[in-house]
């Protein structure tokens, strides 16, 4: 029986990281085309891809399959480039793109008969960029969002869901309006904030030259998308400005009722609209909604010591508690710290509590 050829356009961190996976199915044969040579070469060395191209057409017209994992400008050119390809077969195309309603509208106008358009979004990544930071469990647990264009059928979606198997995502349809509404809130606006933040406070150091010495663990934390890629994220705000217009001018009228609840020292709206605030981010990720996995955190008080934490982790794994991630909230050299785990069941939460306390940790729950 001949292989599923699959070609993925774009071999970064999430293309690269989408081919590792398929490539591990004895049933494909997976093709990576990059603009960049040494991406192309970095990934058949080291197994993420079965064969190498710099000819996308040529490639493209042997493809049952086809992922682009590029940019959504880089994206929406290949789509054009794939509509003027002369094919003998049907051919289901997907994407990586964070933005689905311009990649949707030039879908929705492809005249090729033999495509077969479902957008796709898995929504992870990492600090690391890059085909060298590639990994078959990038997407584990995360939300895959998909998004079917005019020619699609059920059928046609079960296929991208065989393909990516190996994800082990959690599969979502949405249409294009949806998605982008939705990742507007969560991720694209949040990065628009962020920015504004980090330029906020360059401004406030001219007078407070200190002021980059007191920054401390929660300011890092909330503008660390800041430090992301610019060309890459102009690209998202131009392609969802529409979503991000509507929410700028919402921000600013939330600020304007902050300010005047602070203006008016009305002290009981504030402290309502804090507690509502908190109690929503609180119930963030706690129960399973859908096809979102739930998370119970435990913070552990630790000190600036060496083995502090790989402690905590061997404590729970002797204990056969198996972790769902954790972090290092703050640490200051010599004082306590705090570390975050997260598990995924309940039983595994009291369990661990149990063990902690009995260890003479100092934790708090959030469940």
């Known amino acids: 029986m001949s292989k599923k050829v699959i070609l993925v356009a774009g071999l970064g961190l999430i293309g690269g990281s989408l081919a590792k996976g398929m490539a591990l199915v004895n049933e494909h044969h997976v093709i990576g085309y990059d603009i960049d040579e040494q991406t192309l070469e970095f990934a058949l060395e080291n197994g993420i891809i079965h064969e190498i191209t710099s000819n996308f057409v040529e490639a493209a017209q042997r493809a049952e399959m086809i992922f682009l994992a590029s940019p959504i400008s880089a994206t929406i050119s290949l789509l054009h480039e794939l509509d003027r390809i002369t094919f003998d077969h049907d051919v289901i195309v997907s994407d990586a793109s964070s933005v689905k309603g311009a990649i949707l509208d030039t879908a929705n106008n492809l005249e090729n008969e033999h495509l077969i358009f479902v957008g796709g979004h898995p929504m992870a990544g990492s600090h690391k960029k890059g085909v060298q930071a590639a ?3 990038l997407f584990e647990n995360a939300i895959y969002v998909l998004t079917p264009g005019p020619r699609c059928k059920e ?9 990516l198997v190996n994800t082990q995502s959690h599969f979502l349809t949405l249409n294009s309006d949806e998605h982008d509404e939705m990742t507007g809130i969560i991720s694209h606006f949040p990065h628009l904030l962020a920015s504004s933040l980090v330029q906020q406070a360059s401004k406030w150091q001219r007078k407070h030259p200190y002021l980059r010495d007191l920054a401390a663990g929660g300011f890092r934390d909330i503008t660390r998308i800041a430090s992301s890629n610019p ?29 005047q609840l602070i203006v008016e020292n009305r002290k009981e709206e504030m402290i309502s609209y804090l507690q509502e605030a908190k109690d929503y981010r609180d119930g963030l990720g706690t129960k399973k909604k859908g096809a979102l ?4 955190d435990i ?15 061997q404590l729970l794994a ?23 785990i997260s598990l ?3 039983e595994d939460h009291s369990k661990a509590c149990e063990i902690l306390k009995s260890n003479d940790y100092d934790i708090m729950v959030e469940i």
């Open 135 to 137: 990994k078959t469990h």
């Open 155 to 163: 059928e046609h979606i079960e296929e991208i869901k065989s393909a």
């Open 231 to 259: 060309y890459l994220w102009q690209d998202i705000f131009h392609h969802n400005q529409e979503k991000l217009l509507l929410m700028l001018d919402n921000s600013i009228e939330e600020m304007n009722h902050l300010k």
């Open 293 to 296: 996995p739930s998370f119970f």
């Open 299 to 313: 913070y552990v008080d630790i000190r600036d010591q060496t083995g502090a934490i790989a402690k905590v982790v």
């Open 318 to 340: 002797e204990h056969d508690i198996s972790l769902r991630n954790f972090r290092i909230l703050e640490i200051r050299e010599g004082i306590m710290g705090a570390l975050r």
């Open 344 to 346: 995924g069941s309940w």
